[in-house]
Structures are given as structure tokens and as C-alpha cells.
């Protein structure tokens, strides 16, 4: 959409979903050039937004796709799941490797919503389990669970500039996190 005009500049997807396959999330990556989106068909697409072309899809999850996320330096991708999962794409790779790079597994629900930190150390998941994760990119393993919320955590953003973030969930609250790392 262009803000001053108020008008819509371009449309991406539709010709590649079914009927029953809505887009569930949307993220645009930190140079504005690409677009991604989850799907409840399971695939994560990645679009160009000057020329509207789809450039990547993304095939891995089990079940459909709740949360997508760019890293901060655009050359990664990580996706949320209902099949309780989280999967690292990299987007540097050659466009015919379109396998996941890394999968995260430890939540005991759907993963609703995923970021990364600003300086991409952490992955960070909400789920449906009331849990917020926090999992190293390196490797796959979890390495902090922040546990607070009485219902879903079905959003999270994190601050651009501090070591906190703010969660929203199924149960009618936001609630703001401070966490400190080595």
C-alpha cells in the first residue's frame, strides 16, 4: 500500500493457493525487497516485492505455517508451525536447496509466533502451550523458557535496542520481558 496515496501497489500470491489455503502471517524483510508468508498449506513462500515474483518456497512443516520471521541481516527465514515446530531457511542458499537448515522441536503445542533477536543470537517462539522459547541458531537446542501467560501466546515482538520484549496472549494480556545472556 502507498502510504500518502492510500492505494494499493501490488498484490503477491493467490495464483499458487487453493481455495482452503489462506496466508497466515506476513514479514518483510530488513532491506523492505522481499516478502514472506505461512500458509495453512504448510509451504513458506518468499516474494519479491519490486517485481511481484514468487522466488522461493519453502516445503517442510507438517502441518500449516502460523509465524514467519526474517533475521535481522535478511539471509535467514524462521518459521512457526501447529505441527509444534520451528524451521530455520536460508535464504543465501542456491535457490534449488530449499531444505530446512536447522529444526526446533520442545514446544508441547502449536507455535503461534516467532522472532529473532536484533543481533540474531536468539530465536524466540510463542506457542500455544503458554510458553515463550528461547533457542540458539547455532545449534538447535532451547536455552531459556519464559512461563507467565494463562492462555496462548499468540504474538511476540522484541524491542530493536534492549534485551526485552513484549508477548500478547489468548489470555487478554501483554506482558513485557527483561533477560540477560553471558
Not at 514472506?36 to 507438517?62: C, M, Y
Not at 518459521?79 to 536447496?97: E, F, R, V, Y
Request: some cysteine; aromatic content about 8%; hydrophobic content about 35%.
Amino acid at each position: 500500500w502507498g502510504l500518502q496515496s492510500g492505494k494499493m501497489l501490488a498484490t503477491l500470491g493467490g495464483e499458487e493457493y487453493g481455495p482452503a489455503d489462506g496466508i497466515t502471517s506476513v514479514a518483510v524483510s530488513p532491506t523492505s525487497q522481499l516478502v514472506a508468508a505461512g500458509s495453512l498449506d504448510k509451504i513458506v513462500r518468499v516474494w519479491d516485492v519490486e517485481t511481484g515474483r514468487l522466488v522461493r518456497s519453502f516445503e517442510g512443516h507438517r502441518d500449516s505455517v502460523y509465524a514467519v520471521a526474517f533475521s535481522p541481516d535478511g539471509s535467514m527465514l524462521l518459521s512457526g508451525s501447529l505441527d509444534k515446530t520451528l524451521k530455520l531457511w536460508d535464504l543465501t542458499a542456491s535457490h534449488q536447496s530449499n531444505q530446512c537448515r536447522l529444526s526446533f522441536t520442545g514446544h508441547k503445542d502449536f507455535v503461534l509466533s516467532v522472532a529473532f533477536s536484533p543481533n540474531g543470537r536468539w530465536l524466540i517462539s510463542g506457542s500455544k502451550d503458554r510458553t515463550i522459547q528461547f533457542w540458539d541458531p547455532r545449534q538447535s537446542n532451547m536455552c531459556l523458557m519464559l512461563q507467565g501467560h494463562k492462555n496462548a501466546v499468540i504474538s511476540i515482538a522484541h524491542s530493536p535496542t534492549t534485551k526485552s520484549l513484549a508477548t500478547g496472549s489468548g489470555d487478554c494480556r501483554a506482558r513485557t520481558w527483561l533477560y540477560y545472556t553471558n
